[in-house]
Nanobody, 119 residues
Framework: VQLVESGGGLVQAGGSLRLSCAAS????????MGWYRQAPGKQRELVAA????????NYADSVKGRFTISRDNAKNTMYLQMNSLKPEDTAVYYC?????????????WGQGTQVTGAS
C-alpha cells in the first residue's frame, strides 16, 4: 500500500484547508485509516481516525468541531477538512492506513504534508 498526501499549505488563522490521502496498491486490504500530525519538538499525535466503511470516526479533543475526516473507498482516498485553523495546528500531517492479511496487521504511512496556520 502506498499513500500520498496533498493539500497542505499556509493559511491564515481562521481559514480552512482540505487534505487528501490517495492510496494505491493493495487497497482492498485497508481497514482503518487516520490522520496524524507532528509539530517541531513534539511527538506524533493522532488527529482523527475512520473505520473501513466510514461509519465511525474519532477525533483528538483539540480538533473536535473544527476538523472532519471522511473517505471515499471508490476513489481510494481519505480527506481531512480543517476549518477554523489555529497557529497551534501547525505541523506535518501524515496519512496512516492499517491493513490486514487476516493474520497480521500492517501500518503504512505517507510522506507527510506541511500545514501552517499563520497568526
Amino acid at each position: 500500500v502506498q499513500l500520498v498526501e496533498s493539500g497542505g499549505g499556509l493559511v491564515q488563522a481562521g481559514g480552512s484547508l482540505r487534505l487528501s490521502c490517495a492510496a494505491s496498491g493493495s487497497t482492498f486490504s485497508i481497514n482503518a485509516m487516520g490522520w496524524y500530525r507532528q509539530a517541531p519538538g513534539k511527538q506524533r499525535e493522532l488527529v482523527a481516525a475512520i473505520t473501513s466503511g466510514g461509519g465511525s470516526t474519532n477525533y483528538a479533543d483539540s480538533v473536535k468541531g473544527r476538523f472532519t475526516i471522511s473517505r471515499d473507498n471508490a476513489k481510494n482516498t481519505m480527506y481531512l477538512q480543517m476549518n477554523s485553523l489555529k497557529p497551534e495546528d501547525t505541523a506535518v500531517y501524515y496519512c496512516n492506513a492499517v491493513s490486514s492479511d487476516g493474520i497480521y496487521e500492517y501500518d503504512y504511512w505517507g510522506q507527510g504534508t506541511q500545514v501552517t496556520g499563520a497568526s
